[in-house]
């Protein structure tokens, strides 16, 4: 489903125990409400993805995508 309205790039943080990855994702500003920029299903899948790939610990296809930082025990 496509939301009609303008496409905008957003910075998206992914976090799990292990790992934060920053990614840029395409937003749309809705014609209907151009108050919030909001994500399509497909973005929001994508983001899932990471954020499971990121628990698999699957850091190569990780820093394809985004930036990746790794949790340090302090």
Not at 31 to 51: M, N
Not at 61 to 72: I, M, N, S, T
């Amino acid at each position: 489903m496509k939301i009609p309205g303008k496409k905008v790039r957003r910075r998206r943080i992914v976090r799990t125990d292990k790992y934060v990855v920053i990614l840029e994702v395409d937003a749309i500003i809705p014609d209907f409400d151009p108050s919030e920029a909001c994500f399509e299903p497909e973005t929001v899948k994508f983001l899932k993805e990471v954020e499971d790939r990121a628990k698999a610990d699957d850091v190569d296809w990780l820093k394809e995508r985004g930036q990746v930082y790794q949790a340090l025990n302090a």
